[in-house]
T-cell receptor, first 116, second 113 residues
Framework: GAVVSQHPSWVICKSGTSVKIECRSL??????MFWYRQFPKQSLMLMAT?????????EQGVEKDKFLINHASLTLSTLTVTSAHPEDSSFYICSARDGTGRSELFFGSGTQLSVL | EDQVTQSPEALRLQEGESSSLNCSYTVSGLRGLFWYRQDPGKGPEFLFT???AGEEKEKERLKATLTKKESFLHITAPKPEDSATYLCAVQYYYGGSQGNLIFGKGTKLSVKP
């Protein structure tokens, strides 16, 4: 299957600071990437769809000014959590389709964000 | 209303004790149903895609089946390394285009030696 690399794996930051998470497709080009958020014992919730060369599409209830998404190339999407607060602490995961027309998503390893 | 419901929430098995996990869905116009395995602190790992009722897929000790209302993930003679959370997701046609995946909350499987 396609390989999606995500880093960092975990990050601890102080309240009010910003954190950037990177997501790369290693062996394929991804015009679209997806950012999910997961709380303990909860479903993966889609936050936004990242489109290469254009603005991201955010799901209802997700603050686009807090969660900045940049998809600057066909292999890289970044999620920046701005002015992070403790309630932003969560597990963030990116994913992409492999470009062959298959429907399944391939996921990165996730980033555990802890805001103190 | 949950569109994807997985049961049980947690399942404890002895090594070699076969069982099944359930994923029921209420969406119409199903485009695909997906099974993933997720280990603690990791992203989901793709297992299977099922597209139509009656379809079955197998991989080692796992077999996934699909009906019009639900899917089962059968685990035959599980081993401790099969311990993980198993996630089910559905994709449906939305507005004439490819819809996003909707995930269930998962079933946490523990296999004791």
């Amino acid at each position: 299957g396609a390989v999606v690399s995500q880093h960092p794996s975990w990050v601890i930051c102080k309240s009010g600071t910003s954190v950037k998470i990177e997501c790369r497709s290693l062996d394929f080009q991804a015009t679209t990437m997806f950012w999910y958020r997961q709380f303990p014992k909860q479903s993966l919730m889609l936050m936004a769809t990242s489109n290469e060369g254009s603005k991201a599409t955010y799901e209802q209830g997700v603050e686009k000014d807090k969660f900045l998404i940049n998809h600057a190339s066909l292999t890289l999407s970044t999620l920046t959590v701005t002015s992070a607060h403790p309630e932003d602490s969560s597990f963030y995961i990116c994913s992409a389709r492999d470009g062959t027309g298959r429907s399944e998503l391939f996921f990165g390893s996730g980033t555990q964000l802890s805001v103190l | 209303e949950d569109q994807v419901t997985q049961s049980p929430e947690a399942l404890r098995l002895q090594e070699g004790e076969s069982s099944s996990l359930n994923c029921s869905y209420t969406v119409s116009g199903l485009r695909g149903l997906f099974w993933y395995r997720q280990d603690p602190g990791k992203g989901p790992e793709f297992l299977f895609t099922l597209y139509s009722a009656g379809e079955e897929k197998e991989k080692e000790r796992l077999k996934a089946t699909l009906t019009k209302k639900e899917s089962f993930l059968h685990i035959t003679a599980p081993k401790p390394e099969d311990s993980a959370t198993y996630l089910c997701a559905v994709q449906y046609y939305y507005g004439g285009s490819q819809g996003n995946l909707i995930f269930g909350k998962g079933t946490k499987l523990s296999v004791k030696p």
